[in-house]
């Protein structure tokens, strides 16, 4: 498999549940990034796994809270998440220093409940 | 922090009419990237803009950097219902910014 592979495609999760998401890239990247995309928003980069760490954006709450293992997975948990949270969750990678840009994943939609 | 404003936020246009997107950001960048994002789908690499001047040409869009004036255009020729999506300016290194997208509807 190729290209950069988020799952579930679709979630549906209640205020109290835990949950996360999952991205995997085959491209050997070494930068990994989160992407929020709310409607009539712009994509607001949540954080970024760059030669496995951490950079993240500081307006983002303590409830999501994003994993690293390695080079190719990045995880996204989820708690106590709240209806404004609902949003596709984009996943991306790249190889710092290159000029090719991003690889998006196919995204996971969220729906909060 | 880089700013990234795209205008128009929405185009609706006839099949068979031209019509240009433009990106304007905040900060010296010298890479710029354009992507398209079909309904309920991810974001598809369209074309990468390396250095001023450059001009990329894939069927009917052309996109075109000015690192000078901090804008990059994407022109569309005689549009086809099937170029209808998001299209999405982002500029930056190892980090990007993104605009806030343009929905184009082609009517036929």
């Known amino acids: 498999e190729t290209g950069v592979t988020q799952t579930p495609r679709h979630l549906v999760m209640g205020m109290t549940n835990k949950k996360s998401l999952k991205c995997e890239q085959h491209?050997?990247?070494?930068?990994m990034y989160w992407y929020k995309q709310s409607a009539k928003k712009p994509l607001e980069l949540m954080f970024v796994?760059?030669?496995?760490?951490?950079?993240e954006n500081n307006s983002v709450p303590s409830r999501f809270s994003p994993e690293c293992p390695n080079s190719s997975h990045l995880f996204l948990h989820l708690h106590t998440l709240q209806p404004e949270d609902s949003a596709l969750y984009l996943c991306?990678?790249?190889?710092?220093?290159?000029?090719?840009?991003?690889?998006f994943g196919s995204g996971t939609r969220l729906t909060v409940v | 922090e880089l700013k990234v404003e795209q205008n128009p936020l929405f185009l609706s246009m006839q099949e068979g009419k031209n019509y240009t997107i433009y990106c304007n950001y905040s900060t010296t960048s010298d890479r710029l990237y354009w992507y398209r994002q079909d309904p309920g789908k991810s974001l598809e690499s369209l074309f990468v803009?390396?250095?001023?001047?450059a001009v990329k040409q894939e069927g009917r869009l052309m996109a075109s950097l000015d690192t000078k004036a901090r804008l990059s255009t994407l022109h569309i020729t005689a549009a086809v219902h099937d170029l209808s999506a998001t299209y999405f300016c982002a500029v930056g290194g190892n980090q990007f910014y993104f605009g806030t997208g343009t929905s184009l509807t082609v009517i036929p």
């Open positions: 796994y760059s030669l496995e760490e951490r950079v």
């Open positions: 991306a990678s790249s190889q710092l220093y290159r000029e090719g840009g991003y690889t």
């Open positions: 491209l050997g990247h070494n930068a």
């Open positions: 803009l390396l250095s001023n001047g």
